[in-house]
């Protein structure tokens, strides 16, 4: 694609970037054959080539963001489905990335979008508000159909059944291995997964001690960053993120680290691109060394033998396995989480359009709530058509967006593999399964 930035422009390092992603685009479309709002709504301008058009025109003019503009960048999932599909490798995410931020500064939303974006940014980061707010939405949820607004009624409905006590595993601490250490890894305990299913991080830390690893929860750590990051809102994902980095490394300069261990693979897709974020800042360094730590909870799996610990009069369950955009296009990790619950000798099956979001994508699904709807049922239809015991996925998002309309428990691929290996049955399994 042709782009025409003066060298003014240029001398930003964000344009120079675009510059670089825009120039990589050859109009093919073949990014539109897999792209979830596109194959909902029809419009061009809903796919990721229609959208780099308008992304190219916004910062080519350098014009603030119009209401064409913005309605069609917010209705962009970020699954990245478009980066695996695309031969000439356009690195769609960092343009998508750039423009929300552009929109951020030079657009100003409607006043309800400008309250809703503001109370998400400022309470889903934050365990104890988040917790707070599940609660109010809890009691207002049965009075959810009088509010006017889809996105307000989306984010009752959101309000599990039931909100998990706190788990002091996710206080900042260390988890020795299970007899000879092979690994020290910190967790990453993350924000709105300690609120929604403590079971995920306390099934991760009981599983890696048992394969040996010593498991740091480092003090300071927290939010990766990703929720106000797709929201453009920069500064404060910068400021999350710094927060990790240097939680992190002072592991690294202590006693060292093999891996930093993310289980949502939402918040990993966005650590292992730290070292682009923060390329221009003082951290630049140690943000590289951080994203390069940072490994899904399945890349450290595969690493280690589970084979001596596991029990298969507890593997004799179909398990439908949900692949997490963030995972299979923004991590490019497609086969491990399969092949590990394969290993431990469940019976694994995929539906078909697994590249297809779920319509969950962070905030997405309260934020856009009809196309989320849309493919929500899309991808429960096709999970269902396998008549699954239970669906197995590696994020918390995923999980909360199919949960509600599964007949079948839907559980984090880490809870499998814990019971697999002698730990706890999920407790998910027990309300629906027996």
């Not at 049965?142 to 706190?166: G, Q, S, Y």
Request: with cysteine.
């Amino acid at each position: 694609m042709q782009t025409n930035f003066t060298p003014e422009q240029l001398a930003d390092p964000g344009i120079a970037r675009a510059n670089e992603i825009l120039r990589a685009c050859v109009h093919c479309g073949f990014c539109t054959a897999t792209c979830p709002t596109y194959a909902v709504l029809g419009d061009e301008l809903d796919s990721p080539r229609g959208r780099i058009y308008l992304i190219k025109d916004m910062l080519e003019n350098d014009r603030p963001a119009d209401e064409k503009t913005v309605k069609h960048l917010d209705r962009c999932l970020s699954c990245l489905s478009c980066m695996t599909t695309c031969p000439s490798g356009v690195h769609y995410m960092h343009l998508i990335d750039h423009a929300r931020v552009h929109v951020e500064m030079t657009y100003k939303r409607p006043l309800m979008d400008r309250l809703l974006r503001w109370t998400l940014a400022r309470i889903i980061p934050y365990p104890s508000r988040f917790r707070v707010a599940l609660l109010g939405a809890k009691i207002g949820k049965p009075f959810r159909h009088l509010l006017p607004d889809p996105r307000l009624r989306a984010m009752l409905e959101m309000a599990p059944k039931d909100i998990p006590p706190v788990s002091r595993n996710d206080d900042a601490q260390v988890f020795p291995a299970q007899g000879e250490r092979k690994m020290r890894v910190a967790l990453m305990t993350g924000c709105a997964q300690k609120a929604l299913d403590t079971d995920i991080n306390d099934a991760t830390i009981r599983l890696l001690t048992r394969l040996g690893c010593d498991v740091v929860v480092a003090k300071g750590a927290g939010c990766c960053g990703a929720l106000t990051h797709h929201m453009g809102r920069e500064k404060d994902a910068h400021a999350s993120a710094a927060k990790n980095i240097r939680a992190w490394m002072a592991e690294v300069r202590g006693e060292g680290l093999d891996a930093v261990v993310i289980n949502a693979s939402g918040c990993g897709t966005t650590v292992k691109d730290y070292g682009h974020m923060f390329r221009n800042d003082p951290l630049a360094e140690e943000a590289a060394t951080v994203a390069g730590l940072a490994k899904d909870i399945s890349e450290v799996l595969m690493k280690l033998d589970m084979t001596d610990h596991l029990d298969p009069s507890r593997t004799t369950l179909k398990v439908a396995y949900h692949a997490a955009c963030s995972l299979q296009h923004g991590q490019q990790i497609k086969t491990y989480p399969k092949d590990l619950l394969k290993t431990a000798g469940f019976a694994v099956t995929e539906p078909r359009d697994s590249h297809l979001c779920c319509g969950s994508a962070g905030t997405y699904n309260l934020l856009q709530p009809e196309i989320s709807k849309n493919l929500k049922e899309r991808k429960i239809k096709t999970l269902s058509e396998k008549t699954p015991d239970v669906v197995a996925t590696g994020n918390i998002g995923c999980m909360m967006q199919l949960a509600g309309g599964m007949d079948v428990p839907v559980v984090h691929t880490v809870e499998l593999l814990d019971w697999a290996t002698g730990g706890q049955k999920p407790s998910k399994l027990f309300s629906k399964l027996t």
